[in-house]
């Protein structure tokens, strides 16, 4: 922590270096938001970094009068603070909700003297133009997540303070407030700020749905991920009409949709005959395309929380959730019919090993080892069919009676997959369910646990991991009594786990206790029974009408790279089964997205292990300047994890460049250019 000349040097420096673009302190570019920020701060607001300071409180009256104007965001948002709550005050944080107007209305906090600071208390007042510089004022301000490290704070009072806030936003996507993490530690690091930073992004994603399904409960929701953290949230009618848009789905989609008008779903997405009759589809998860050639999205459809909403009428806008009340019923067009829909069949180990011989290998090993307790271990690219693969050997082992339970550890929050894997007791923390949580490893006892994205479990967890392994017990949180559980362990990853241990970012014991059988499962391309492979999935989407591909289609699929392997394959054919108008599909049917190649360099085989920077790679210097990378350097560790980083966030956008750089926030050629720079073919 920087003393009072360092820090008021520090601020005054960087302001100064930031010219004002046109007098508009409102809208920073993110590369500059603290400079900009306290650029408002000298400028706009008049405030003196070095002058002391007193924060501003309401009175207990006038803080009851706030309370009570926002009772409808402190319903929605005090189960899930204090449900996250648990979780961070362990390590000394604190959550408070602040208002639109930057008032902490209130809050849950780790009382303990070494981190809580008594500045923020509910009623006293984070405005920017009161406060300065500071996690709930700036978000306010800049309308997006923000994080303040102790001097980053204008008034050097507040620099022992650690803050990371998120906007919240209503169902009519008007700002509403902002949610906050925060603790007195004058020692932490960036680092862990930015992990927080992602939770309270998280928090309030989660607070601004529960809101937003309340309001349109009458409505058909459809749900889509936007970036890292964020989720877009569309309210339709049964007749497709747009009733209402969050604010992350209108700020995605304000180039194709006018919000003052009535619009149909159809005007946004290209039509999909499998939502001719919503009511049938209630927990659907399907692909939709933008109109015009437009981005493949993933959505979840959810049917409504009451009887469905009436049809909005030729004069209905959308907007909050009065119109949904207010929309005057008509008949609904009968539903044009659908074809039937085929059961879901499980795979069977003949059906994953196809015609591969690599992959009928696989199914020889794995059938050596079954009906023991050795660990095995699945590698390949996000795609593949490694969940599907896990569960034919769930089908074919002598415990395919017992649960088969998955756990994706890449899709929790590291804070809590200690309780949602190893479970906790009655009471074992604030916020914990009266009956306490089992726990997925219990849940799994007799049957099979299959550990998805094993590579993103904190060390931490590794280690409690690596007990239950050794042990056959596990004790939930908060019991202090161990449970012994009997489990078929299946782990898979993408990732290169010998170069996470070489990096310290896997357990080397853990690494080794799980590699019991190791199965390496080929990308799409590399399998020699391609062509059976996309025939089999065609069949098994097109409902009885007897689709075949046309000569043309067939060398254009085979052709293919397939960078998102089975699952893209699936996608582009279950897409063109919906738009075929026959029964033969051909070029134009098929829309498949070349993969991005790195300019100039001729695309692997296989794309390198995640976090492997290769020989000769380069890597940004300090200075602007490129140089060459030296094993072990600190400037080699970035390296790895900023390629880490970049894999990890295009296999959660499912290798869409546009939607990774948004999450990384990067422009699109700044992320192509390091996608050459790092060898990664997307």
Not at 528 to 535: G, Q, V, Y
Not at 608 to 613: M, Q, R
Request: aromatic share 6%; with cysteine.
């Amino acid at each position: 922590m920087l003393d009072l000349r360092s820090h008021v040097a520090r601020i005054v420096s960087s302001a100064n270096q930031l010219a004002p673009a046109s007098g508009d302190f409102q809208a920073p570019r993110a590369a500059d938001s603290m400079a900009a920020s306290w650029r408002r701060c000298m400028d706009g607001y008049r405030f003196d970094p070095g002058a002391k300071f007193r924060i501003e409180a309401v009175s207990d009256a006038e803080l009851k009068r706030q309370c009570e104007a926002n009772d409808e965001l402190i319903h929605y948002a005090r189960p899930e603070i204090d449900a996250l709550f648990g979780a961070v005050s362990v390590s000394g944080f604190s959550i408070s909700l602040g208002n639109v107007d930057g008032y902490i209305i209130t809050e849950r906090a780790n009382y303990h003297p070494d981190y809580y600071s008594e500045v923020e208390r509910p009623g006293t007042a984070w405005a920017e133009p009161s406060a300065g510089t500071n996690a709930i004022g700036t978000c306010l301000v800049e309308r997006r997540p923000v994080g303040v490290l102790t001097n980053d704070h204008f008034f050097y009072e507040f620099s022992a303070l650690s803050c990371a806030s998120a906007p919240l936003f209503g169902p009519d996507a008007e700002l509403i407030g902002a949610i906050n993490i925060s603790i007195r530690n004058p020692e932490l690091q960036r680092e862990t700020l930015k992990v927080v930073l992602g939770l309270s992004s998280s928090l309030a994603d989660r607070i601004g749905e529960r809101m937003f399904r309340q309001a349109f409960r009458r409505c058909f929701i459809l749900k889509f991920a936007i970036g890292a953290v964020d989720h877009g949230l569309i309210a339709v009618d049964g007749d497709f009409q747009l009733v209402g848009l969050n604010h992350a789905a209108r700020d995605m989609l304000r180039d194709r949709i006018q919000l003052a008008r009535v619009r149909s779903l159809w005007a946004v997405f290209e039509r999909d005959h499998r939502l001719a009759d919503l009511s049938r589809l209630g927990g659907t998860e399907l692909t939709l395309h933008l109109q015009k050639g437009g981005d493949a999205i993933s959505v979840s459809l959810s049917g409504p929380l009451e009887a469905p909403a009436p049809t909005a009428g030729a004069g209905h806008r959308f907007a909050g959730a009065a119109p949904v009340a207010e929309a005057r019923p008509r008949p609904a067009p009968a539903p044009a019919a659908l074809p039937p829909r085929a059961a879901p069949r499980v795979l069977t180990l003949d059906d994953c090993a196809g015609g591969d011989a690599r992959m009928a290998a696989n199914v020889r090993l794995v059938r050596r080892v079954l009906g023991g307790s050795l660990p095995i271990l699945l590698l390949g690219e996000t795609g593949v069919g490694k969940d599907a693969f896990a569960r034919a050997i769930h089908e074919e082992s002598p415990r395919r009676a017992a649960p088969f339970v998955a756990f994706n550890c890449a899709s929790v929050p590291d804070t809590l997959i200690d309780s949602e894997l190893f479970g906790y007791g009655s009471g074992a923390f604030t916020g914990a369910r009266r009956e306490g949580n089992a726990g997925r490893l219990v849940e799994a006892d007799g049957g099979t646990l299959f550990l998805d994205e094993i590579g993103d479990m904190p060390v931490s967890q590794q280690t409690r991991l690596l007990h239950v392994l050794e042990s056959g017990e596990v004790t939930p949180l908060g019991t202090g009594k161990p449970r012994r559980v009997d489990l078929q362990v299946i782990a898979a990853t993408n990732q290169n786990l010998e170069a996470q241990v070489a990096r310290g970012q896997f357990r080397q014991d853990l690494y080794y206790r799980l590699a019991g059988a190791v199965i390496d499962i080929p990308a799409l391309r590399a399998r020699s029974d391609r062509r059976a492979l996309i025939e089999n999935v065609l069949a098994s989407l097109d409902a009885g009408r007897g689709l075949t591909l046309s000569p043309e289609a067939l060398a254009l699929l085979m052709a293919h790279d397939w960078p998102g392997n089975v699952r893209e394959l699936r996608h582009a054919l279950n897409r063109a089964v919906h738009l075929c108008e026959g029964t033969v599909l051909g070029p134009a049917d098929i829309a498949i997205r070349p993969a991005v190649p790195a300019a100039g360099l001729a695309a692997p085989p296989v794309p390198p292990a995640p976090g492997a920077v290769m020989a000769g790679a380069v890597v940004p210097g300090e200075t602007g300047e490129d140089r060459t990378a030296e094993a072990g350097s600190a400037r080699h560790a970035i390296a790895c994890a900023e390629r880490d980083a970049i894999v990890a966030t295009l296999a959660r956008c499912g290798g869409n460049v546009k939607a990774a750089a948004a999450a990384l926030q990067l422009s699109r050629a700044t992320l192509y250019r390091k996608l050459q720079r790092y060898r990664i073919v997307s």
